[in-house]
Nanobody, 125 residues
């Protein structure tokens, strides 16, 4: 099975930046779409964005222009660069992976993704 471990969360003041990482292991052969999600207290989990194997990205409107998703060449680490953070970005952030043909991403809905990390807390004050 695929294991995903997030890191890089913490507390930051509004207007600041954070970079989250997601280390992946246990990949079987095949290609994966990878995504970032977040869940704030009392709210449903929402998609932040995703990235296909070859780098094509999709973002939620709420983070477009502020957040950037990338993945390394070996495709074993996923990143989320977050800039100009606001208190509304406070949440637990999760990475997720879904095997797909060609590594393309077909959805930013949480039910699409099979593998999940344990989450990392981001607090913006």
């Amino acid at each position: 099975d695929v294991q995903l471990v997030e890191s890089g969360g913490g507390s930051v003041q509004a207007g600041g930046s954070l970079r989250l990482s997601c280390a992946a292991s246990g990949y079987a052969s095949g290609a994966y779409c990878m995504g970032w999600f977040r869940q704030a207290p009392g709210k449903e989990r929402e998609g932040v964005g995703n990235i296909a194997l070859h780098g094509l990205t999709t973002y939620a409107a709420s983070v477009q222009g502020r957040f950037t998703i990338s993945r390394d060449n070996a495709k074993t680490t996923l990143y989320l660069e977050m800039n100009n953070l606001t208190p509304e970005d406070t949440a637990i952030y999760y990475c997720a992976a879904q095997p797909s043909r060609g590594g393309y991403c077909y959805s930013l809905v949480s039910q699409y993704y099979t593998y999940w990390g344990q989450g990392t807390q981001v607090t913006v004050s």
